[in-house]
């Protein structure tokens, strides 16, 4: 892959409060521009046309630059420690969803008991009887006096 031109944004905005209308409606739209202004500069452009909504009486609420569409995450990681899963959160995105570590703001992170877990993934490991196979098999010597350095055939390790 390369170094790509254009990149997609979501951007969402709305025009601005007025006393007729306290709450107005929220428009998200997703783009695809060379950066941040010229994303901005076409969202003004196409809301102008569908909805008669100007920059000037318009107010940009979020900007995201993003690769595959994807903004807003919950995410489960099985590890002993609460670190040790942020480090498998940030190896996941970035091999996912190609998001780097300065792009991801972790809002939460908490450790989450079996009976709330949501994702399969983890929930497959919570049965308390689980067998994993054993894939091979290495013989040890029952004794160091048995152990050597070199062997004169190589050992099969599989069953």
């Not at 941040?36 to 609420?61: C, D, H, T």
């Not at 780097?100 to 490991?125: D, N, W, Y």
Request: charged share 25%; aromatic share 12%; net charge positive.
């Amino acid at each position: 892959m390369g170094v790509f031109r254009f990149h997609q944004y979501q951007v969402v905005g709305r025009a601005l409060p007025t006393e007729k209308e306290v709450q107005p409606k929220i428009y998200r739209m997703k783009l695809w521009a060379t950066n941040e202004v010229r994303a901005m500069s076409k969202f003004w452009y196409f809301l102008r046309k569908q909805v008669k909504i100007k920059k000037s009486n318009g107010q940009m609420l979020a900007i995201n630059e993003s690769r595959t569409g994807y903004h807003n995450m919950y995410k489960e990681f099985r590890d002993t420690t609460l670190n040790g899963a942020v480090e498998q959160m940030y190896t996941e995105m970035a091999s996912r969803h190609r998001v780097r570590f300065p792009c991801i703001q972790i809002i939460k992170t908490a450790t989450v008991p079996a009976a709330l877990c949501k994702r399969e993934s983890t929930k497959q490991f919570h049965n308390s009887k689980i067998k994993f196979p054993l894939v091979y098999r290495k013989v040890r010597p029952p004794t160091r006096k048995l152990k050597t350095t070199y062997k004169a055939s190589k050992p099969n390790l599989f069953m």
